[in-house]
């Protein structure tokens, strides 16, 4: 297992959900981790997951929306082989449900953290002659989803992006792909039905799940293995594009 050896990989949002998934296999894969996240106690447990197993890994705690300690943090590690932009935050509501601070607060994380990452990766990736990114987008970027306006304000931007970096890269062996999942059984999930239908929490857990054709959630593994196939050289000849892991529900959803 090591079609990511040697490799050091920074996953934002590493500590929980998906991005916890994908530094594990990552480090599974042999790369060195660096976990950026903003939740301490999770980012040292996947820490010690990984070292548990034999594997690498270092996790810095700041706020992914603040420029300047993106910034530090990186050049902090010196060279990277790949990044996995996955840190982000969700919104239920439309545009009369939306007030601006809940605009700003959702632009923050998902929209100008990955800008930040982006900004201090790519010199980086420029000196060592090449580097693999992968943005975390949503189907939300790609169909109309209710009550969902800032989320999928967010992933549009993610989505638009990846196309631009990759565009913009190409010449300097830097590829750039996105993954646009469908829903996906994380705590995030589990915690938001817990707060919003208490006593509901098994109807709607369902509802949510059936919305997929396939009929259940992704689960973040099933996530990270895409990421690995992106970032690994079995992708080499792919740039550019979004991978919409979504169980039907873009094409199947009539």
């Given at each position: 297992?090591?079609?990511?050896?040697?490799?050091?990989?920074?996953?934002?949002?590493?500590?929980?959900?998906?991005?916890?998934?994908?530094?594990?296999?990552?480090?599974?894969?042999?790369?060195t981790?660096?976990?950026?996240?903003?939740?301490?106690?999770?980012?040292?447990?996947?820490?010690?997951?990984?070292?548990?197993?034999?594997?690498?890994?270092?996790?810095?705690?700041?706020?992914?929306?603040?420029h300047?300690?993106?910034?530090?943090?990186?050049?902090?590690?010196g060279?990277?082989?790949?990044?996995?932009?996955?840190?982000?935050?969700?919104?239920v509501g439309?545009?009369?449900?939306?007030?601006?601070?809940?605009?700003?607060?959702?632009?923050?994380?998902?929209?100008?953290?990955?800008?930040?990452?982006?900004?201090?990766?790519?010199?980086?990736?420029?000196?060592?002659?090449?580097?693999?990114?992968?943005?975390?987008?949503s189907?939300?970027?790609?169909?109309?989803?209710?009550?969902?306006?800032?989320?999928?304000?967010?992933?549009?931007?993610?989505?638009?992006?990846?196309?631009?970096?990759?565009?913009?890269?190409?010449?300097?062996?830097?590829?750039?792909?996105?993954?646009?999942?469908?829903?996906?059984?994380?705590?995030?999930?589990?915690?938001?039905?817990?707060?919003?239908?208490?006593?509901?929490?098994?109807?709607?857990?369902?509802?949510?799940?059936?919305?997929?054709?396939?009929?259940?959630?992704?689960?973040?593994?099933?996530?990270?293995?895409?990421?690995?196939?992106?970032?690994?050289?079995?992708?080499?000849?792919?740039?550019?594009?979004?991978?919409?892991?979504?169980?039907?529900?873009?094409?199947?959803?009539?």
């Amino acid at each position: 297992m090591s079609k990511l050896k040697g490799k050091i990989a920074i996953v934002t949002g590493g500590g929980s959900g998906i991005g916890k998934a994908i530094s594990l296999l990552f480090a599974s894969e042999g790369a060195t981790i660096h976990i950026l996240d903003l939740n301490k106690t999770g980012a040292e447990e996947v820490l010690h997951e990984i070292v548990s197993l034999g594997g690498k890994a270092y996790i810095s705690i700041l706020n992914i929306a603040d420029h300047q300690e993106v910034l530090t943090a990186v050049q902090a590690i010196g060279k990277v082989d790949i990044l996995v932009n996955n840190a982000g935050i969700a919104h239920v509501g439309n545009i009369e449900n939306c007030k601006e601070d809940d605009f700003s607060r959702v632009f923050d994380v998902n929209v100008k953290g990955a800008y930040n990452a982006l900004y201090a990766v790519i010199p980086q990736m420029k000196v060592n002659k090449g580097g693999v990114i992968l943005n975390l987008a949503s189907i939300a970027a790609i169909v109309g989803i209710s009550d969902r306006f800032a989320y999928s304000m967010s992933k549009g931007a993610i989505y638009a992006m990846t196309l631009s970096i990759a565009r913009d890269y190409i010449n300097d062996n830097i590829r750039c792909n996105s993954i646009s999942p469908a829903r996906v059984h994380t705590p995030f999930v589990d915690g938001f039905i817990a707060k919003n239908y208490p006593g509901k929490e098994e109807e709607i857990f369902d509802k949510l799940a059936l919305s997929q054709p396939i009929g259940r959630m992704a689960k973040p593994n099933e996530i990270a293995k895409l990421a690995l196939f992106l970032c690994s050289d079995d992708a080499a000849f792919i740039t550019g594009n979004d991978y919409p892991i979504d169980g039907g529900f873009i094409k199947l959803n009539n």
